[in-house]
């Protein structure tokens, strides 16, 4: 059974895409594959990468977008936003702090008679609609609008996109490329022990060094391409939301009879038991691991609360209801990790403005790069979280302490070849004289920086934090939302979640290509109508709003 729904996946993906559309095919296939899928069995194909769940889902992606590029799934079109005066927006945001139906462009914000508070109120929002911080800021020296409208452009910026997201993004493919040959290049020895053998790397090694992120980030780029608009970041968050309301009753399930799912429908177990009895039953239904279910249950659980406050009408309710739900299944799937990460990213999905969720992307962002050199250091607070984790659970915190003696055991280890890592064939793993492994690897941070090196480690993850590095300039280009403030702040999390767990899934890249694709194309939605109506005969430049498919993908058909 399980064999069978393995290879049978990439047509059952191509057929989701023939019938909800590339859009929709894309993230539902993507989301359905990564939940239900079987884990834990791996063919070895001749000169082929092995083929796993990864691979099925990557596969059924990349044939299903080639079939049907041309088959959109939403009655909408992406094109140029339209021009704006940046100057009268100023001057609403005034008069709206001031209390002023007409704002005189020849006096300041103090001579109006605003207050202090009410002056940061309105360098804020300045930023949020695009204002450079260092023109916004001239407001505390008693700049008019008419003093700002000479160091700005009167209208707002009508570009394609980022371009430069996505030149950086070639740049690092280019450099774990190289970095790939010069891995090889650095371990031409073989490392020999008592009782094994870890051979030197060749070509075939580097192929697979380069292969293997290429076909996880399948969904990434797909992502990158169709996943521009609201309706297509809606689109992946109500998918979430829904298979997240699934997964919960099915964790419920077993967290009340054991975890039996995967063993009544696949025939097998895909991980060790005793790793999923803690005073009770951990869930893990049909994913690698239950600390795999914690996590997708916290994404869930995020994206239903972004929902409910993100909807007007009558659905709003049922996302709160739907988040409500999977939050108290998260709560006894004995998930302490996750749940830590719930009580931090939660109130900043419901409560936090959008500038403050950006404050907090970036420092996750910044802090998970630099983990390994902060880790190395010994400046984390670790022995006063480890003791607040024994406070909780004694065993729990054994646990984290052989994680932290592990990833002491690995990162001495990577330290050695510290440019551009071991390589394969677990060359990066710590042997005893006898050639036995002693050491076990979770957090992905360790793995990758073991294997790659820093330059592979900071090219692999630079390619999935590029967005969020990106993404707050391009929020303030945009009408105020609280969808991808809600997918950054997942992706925050999920690299956080990332340190201690090999936690990055499909789900994980396809969020992430739709925050790159937000941030790449800044584009607006409108109705076929509108454009056809507006849309001036024989004008077809690169830089109008109703530009059409032809000239680079200044509007598609969404």
Not at 83 to 91: F, K, L, T
Request: with cysteine; hydrophobic share 55%.
């Amino acid at each position: 059974m399980a064999n069978f729904v393995l290879f049978t996946w990439p047509f059952v993906a191509i057929a989701l895409f023939g019938w909800l559309g590339r859009e929709r095919g894309l993230i539902w296939s993507v989301v359905v594959g990564y939940l239900f899928l079987p884990e834990a069995i791996t063919h070895d194909l001749p000169w082929l990468p092995d083929y796993d769940k990864l691979l099925a889902i990557s596969l059924g992606v990349l044939l299903g977008g080639m079939l049907f590029n041309w088959k959109p799934s939403f009655a909408v079109k992406l094109v140029l936003p339209p021009s704006r005066d940046i100057p009268g927006e100023i001057a609403a945001i005034w008069g709206e702090l001031l209390d002023i139906d007409e704002v005189p462009r020849d006096k300041s914000f103090n001579e109006l008679g605003g207050s202090a508070s009410r002056m940061r109120a309105a360098m804020r929002r300045m930023i949020d609609i695009g204002v450079e911080a260092t023109v916004a800021r001239k407001i505390y020296d008693g700049a008019t609008i008419g003093d700002l409208a000479k160091v700005m452009p009167l209208e707002g910026p009508r570009k394609l996109g980022t371009p430069s997201m996505t030149v950086l993004s070639y740049i690092l493919f280019g450099a774990l490329l190289v970095s790939a040959f010069m891995t090889m290049l650095t371990n031409g020895d073989a490392l020999v022990a008592q009782f094994s053998v870890r051979p030197a790397l060749g070509f075939r090694d580097v192929v697979s060094m380069l292969v293997q992120p290429a076909i996880i980030m399948i969904p990434f780029l797909f992502a990158l391409a169709y996943l521009r608009g609201r309706s297509h970041q809606m689109e992946v968050l109500r998918a979430i939301v829904v298979m997240g309301v699934l997964y919960a009753f099915l964790a419920a399930i077993e967290t009340r009879l054991s975890p039996q799912l995967n063993i009544w429908v696949y025939g097998y177990f895909q991980h060790t038991w005793l790793q999923h009895v803690r005073d009770g039953f951990r869930p893990i239904v049909f994913l690698r691991h239950g600390l795999w279910l914690g996590f997708f249950l916290l994404t869930a659980a995020m994206a239903a609360f972004a929902l409910y406050r993100h909807t007007e009408g009558p659905s709003r309710h049922l996302y709160l209801l739907a988040g409500l739900w999977i939050f108290a299944v998260l709560t006894i799937s004995r998930n302490l990790g996750a749940l830590m990460l719930a009580l931090m990213f939660v109130p900043l999905v419901l409560f936090a403005p959008r500038f403050i969720q950006a404050r907090v992307t970036a420092a996750v962002v910044i802090l998970f790069l630099v983990y390994p050199a902060v880790w190395q250091s010994q400046i984390l607070p670790i022995n006063p979280f480890l003791e607040f984790v024994a406070s909780i659970s004694e065993e729990r915190a054994q646990t984290f302490q052989f994680r932290l003696d592990n990833e002491a055991l690995i990162l001495g280890r990577a330290l050695e070849r510290p440019y551009f890592g071991w390589g394969g064939w677990d060359r990066w793993r710590v042997f005893d004289e006898l050639g036995r492994d002693i050491t076990t690897a979770d957090g992905i941070w360790i793995i990758n920086l073991g294997l790659r090196g820093w330059i592979g480690y900071l090219c692999f993850f630079g390619l999935l934090t590029l967005p969020l590095m990106f993404l707050p300039r391009s929020l303030r280009r945009r009408e105020p939302s609280h969808v991808i403030p809600a997918l950054e702040l997942i992706m925050s999390a999920n690299l956080v979640y990332m340190i201690p767990n090999s936690a990055l899934s499909p789900v994980g890249w396809l969020i992430a290509g739709t925050v790159a694709g937000f941030v790449r194309w800044h584009l607006v939605e409108v109705s076929p109508a509108e454009v056809e109506e507006e849309a001036p005969p024989c004008r077809q430049s690169l830089y109008t709003r109703f530009a059409h498919n032809h000239s680079r993908g200044t509007a598609w058909d969404a």
